[in-house]
């Protein structure tokens, strides 16, 4: 699991955007979101920079967190 800083997101548009882009590189992640906190924890097998240039390609450039 892995936790994304998308500071660009900001309401239910961007997280259906942001799902979509995610779930195009693997159909079997799951992503749970804090807007206020403007985060997305993703669960996926894919690894964590083919997820940043997803996001970054859907419009949402991102930062991995540290755990």
């Given amino acids: 699991m892995m936790k994304f800083s998308i500071p660009d997101m900001s309401c239910g548009h961007c997280s259906g955007v942001i799902t979509k882009a ?3 590189i693997d159909s079997t992640a799951t992503v749970d979101f804090d807007m206020a906190a403007r985060t997305a924890t993703v669960n996926t097998s894919a690894g964590p920079d083919k997820v940043l240039g997803a996001l970054s390609e859907a419009g ?3 930062a991995l967190m540290q755990h």
């Fill in 60 to 62: 949402y450039p991102a």
């Fill in 22 to 24: 995610i779930k195009d």
